[in-house]
């Protein structure tokens, strides 16, 4: 077998060389080719040998006997001084083995194949051809039969074809290794294990584990916020429900910081205030910012500023 592209009339387009058919009724063959043995052929350059194709034929063999003995037969004639026959078959088989110029080149190219699931059943009538340079086109024949080719295997279905088995490593890496990588500052401002850990589970994406995943990196992000503004950490604790104790922890909130969005405030207090009392009071002490550098966020009102 030989790479071959598909060939070109030495003449030039013309009215009776354009959609001519030279059609013929040979039988073709449709063998389905794993992806990488294809990708190779598919890349060598025209004229490269491409491999051998072998036919075993089948049979059966007899070891001291006639093979076509009827049982009563060759029972008598493994009787006496002679010893007992035994019959083996032999499968027909169908192989590739790729040439070693080609092979040598490819580092996870399997090199023996075998021709399975062969079948006269084709789906439809199928035509293979080819167009040439003039416009005219070749019938090559019509599909017969089909097979496919798979990397050929022991008797313990396994190969011991050490390229096969660089093509499946590389293979497995291809599909569970990704690129994502997540860089994180260095120095002071690196962030804490937690942290990292509750990023990178954030990247799982949507779904409840990716939902959960998020919640928790906001809570955390909020904590190392809070504790990079003086405020102390809040590991949990009853909610704050009551008017007076979300106005003092407000007012807490703000003597470290001017500006706040709600859930901000929410997550630094650990999920002790819930968002609606909270709104309520920030309505009362606060005013809320649509525009401008601090968007979406709360300040003191002036009269507020001098108690905190």
């Known amino acids: 077998m030989t790479s071959q592209s598909p060939t070109k009339a030495l003449g030039a387009v013309s009215g009776s060389t354009y959609g001519a058919i030279n059609a013929s009724t040979s039988e073709q063959w449709m063998i389905r080719l794993p992806n990488r043995l294809a990708s190779a052929w598919e890349d060598a350059p025209e004229g490269t040998m491409l ?3 072998t036919f075993t034929k089948g049979g059966s063999i007899s070891n001291g006997s006639v093979a076509g003995a009827p049982p009563a037969k060759r029972a008598k004639m493994s009787g006496g001084s002679n010893p007992p026959t035994s019959t083996s078959k032999v499968p027909s088989k169908i192989s590739i083995t790729i040439d070693p110029t080609l092979a040598d080149t490819q580092s996870d190219l ?4 075998t021709l399975e699931a062969m079948s006269k059943k084709t789906p439809g009538a199928l035509h293979p051809f080819t167009r ?3 416009g ?3 019938i ?3 599909i017969t039969r089909t097979a496919s080719a798979q990397v050929a295997t022991g008797n313990n279905g396994t190969s011991s074809d050490g390229k096969y088995r660089t093509l499946l490593r590389n293979r497995l890496l291809d599909t569970t ?3 994502k990588r997540f860089v994180q500052p260095g120095g002071d401002s690196a962030q804490s294990g937690p942290l990292k850990a509750a990023t990178a589970a954030a990247s799982l994406g949507s779904g409840f584990g990716g939902s959960v995943a998020h919640f928790g990196k906001q809570m955390l992000n909020a904590k190392e916020r809070a504790k990079g503004l003086g405020i102390p950490e809040v590991t949990g604790g009853p909610s704050i429900t009551t008017k007076e104790g979300v106005r003092s922890t407000l007012f807490e909130f703000f003597s470290k910081r001017s500006f706040w969005a ?3 405030l929410r997550l630094a207090s650990g999920g002790r205030l819930e968002e609606r009392q909270t709104r309520e009071v920030l309505r009362d ?3 809320y910012h649509r525009a401008g550098e601090h968007k979406n966020m709360w300040s003191l009102k002036d009269e507020y500023k001098s108690a905190v």
Not at 110 to 113: A, D, H, M, T
């Open 51 to 53: 491999g051998t194709l």
């Open 110 to 113: 399997p090199v023996n194949y």
């Open 132 to 134: 040439s340079a003039d």
């Open 136 to 138: 005219g086109v070749a």
């Open 140 to 142: 090559h024949g019509k």
């Open 177 to 179: 290794v990704n690129s």
């Open 262 to 264: 709600v859930k901000d």
């Open 285 to 287: 002490i606060a005013d």
